[in-house]
């Protein structure tokens, strides 16, 4: 079978397992309550990790499909970033409530978005202040956001130097001005290598780009530059995300030239193009779409066999738990999931009435941990050991069966393995695991 008709076979909408169950499985079962007895059960001893949602931009990309809204005033900020320091406090005095009076100590400190930077300094840094009055900060935090460069001035960049930020994540997407213009994205290589310069004089010691292939009026060529170029200013860590075009859902993405889009044959091609001139100049392919230096800590936790797979996606966090704060926000505890209310206002609600912001979640069972971390294993490393899951041949074995006949996986003796032209299709290959996936068009984004 050629690759073409391999990506006809198997380019279909599937989830990125950056969780398992995946959040469409979540129900509105898991409440307040249950999250307030979760949070008192967290064992004292072990660290967690936190999330912080900042569901701000000051203009709308017209792909992108995150919890966002648009605003060009600062006062809605500074509305959210009082709530945000109220639900931390909040969720501090819940976690007192089991009986432990230290605070729990945190390795990792992730902002996501939205943009993190339309905060002004001030407000980021009294949002790190409540984290260290509640939570006990390790000395060597992770602390890591994700940032847009055309917002990052010296009163953020003076902030992040204060506070200690050690990651930031920078979205790129496309180096192509076409591109950038049909995306509503425009921000030109020198502003890019201008921010990357500051952040480094800012002390921030890891870099990381998002790059996005699949957009309008893309090429093979167009990529490779644009992965060229991305290299050349030495990041740490570049993850390269396929678009996932959902007008359905997002109503800004009706504003993408439909005409322009690649198909599934050329995404495959402009990926492969982007892959290898990363691994040209000296990155090392991690999982299915993260690049790494080798001296990165995600390169060493791939070689150590520490790599793991979280909503952030690939990570060396060795945290059991994350707790999540903001509209949207998923908190993952050793016996579920669970997410806050979408929208701000509902959020800011709850978080004002003094109540826990919980909207949905799910519980784990022992069979969810088995395929989660069957799952997890083809996600960060191609390959699973699957006599720990016994097989059944009316799911798991009927889906491998074309996977093994395609030659995309090998089979030996319950070890699974991803050939080389498997790879390409790993969350296929993890999809033959979802006890919970059915054929839906609307949900995911498609695999290749």
């Not at 950056?18 to 064992?43: C, K, N």
């Not at 976690?95 to 993190?116: D, K, M, N």
């Not at 847009?148 to 496309?174: I, W, Y």
């Amino acid at each position: 079978m050629t690759d073409a008709n391999l990506i006809a076979r198997y380019d279909r909408p599937v989830p990125r397992y950056t969780s398992y169950p995946t959040a469409p499985h979540f129900h509105a079962g898991i409440d307040r309550v249950a999250v307030a007895d979760w949070l008192a059960a967290l064992p004292a001893e072990e660290p967690v990790s936190l999330y912080l949602h900042v569901p701000f931009c000051k203009q709308m990309c017209w792909y992108c499909g995150c919890n966002t809204q648009i605003t060009a005033r600062h006062q809605p900020v500074a509305d959210f970033a009082e709530n945000l320091i109220a639900e931390i406090e909040l969720v501090g005095r819940h976690l007192i409530a089991g009986g432990i009076t230290t605070r729990r100590r945190v390795t990792s400190v992730h902002f996501g978005g939205g943009t993190p930077n339309s905060l002004d300094a001030d407000d980021f840094r009294r949002i790190m202040m409540a984290l260290d009055h509640v939570f006990d900060l390790a000395g060597d935090l992770d602390l890591a956001l994700e940032l847009d460069p055309r917002h990052l001035g010296p009163d953020f960049l003076a902030a992040l130097r204060q506070c200690g930020a050690a990651r930031v994540s920078l979205g790129v997407q496309d180096f192509d001005p076409a591109v950038q213009l049909a995306i509503n994205r425009v921000q030109p290589y020198d502003l890019v290598a201008r921010a990357v310069e500051d952040l480094r004089e800012a002390g921030v010691r890891g870099i990381n780009f998002d790059l996005i292939y699949g957009l309008p009026y893309q090429s093979v060529e167009s990529m490779a530059r644009t992965a060229q170029l991305a290299a050349s200013l030495r990041p740490d860590r570049i993850a390269l995300f396929g678009y996932a075009h959902v007008p359905w859902m997002k109503a800004n993405q009706r504003l993408i030239d439909e005409t322009a889009l690649p198909d599934a044959p050329m995404r495959a091609r402009q990926f492969a193009a982007a892959a290898d001139m990363l691994v040209t100049h000296g990155y090392q392919q991690i999982g299915l779409d993260h690049f790494a230096l080798p001296t990165d800590s995600l390169a060493q936790a791939l070689s150590e066999g520490r790599l793991r797979r979280n909503f952030q996606g690939y990570t060396d966090d060795c945290a059991e738990t994350i707790l999540g704060f903001g509209p949207s926000a998923i908190s993952s505890t050793p016996w579920g999931y669970a997410q806050n209310v979408t929208d701000n206002s509902p959020w800011a609600k709850e978080v004002k009435a003094g109540r826990l912001a919980t909207a949905r979640g799910i519980q784990l069972s022992a069979d969810d941990r088995r395929h989660r971390a069957l799952i997890d294993n083809i996600m960060c490393y191609g390959a699973a050991d699957l006599t720990a899951l016994p097989l059944n041949a009316k799911t798991e074995l009927a889906r491998l069966a074309p996977l093994i006949a395609d030659g995309l996986v090998r089979l030996d003796a319950g070890h699974l393995q991803l050939t080389p032209r498997g790879e390409p299709f790993r969350r296929i290959v993890a999809a033959a695991f979802d006890s919970y996936l059915q054929p839906d068009t609307q949900r995911h984004s498609r695999a290749v």
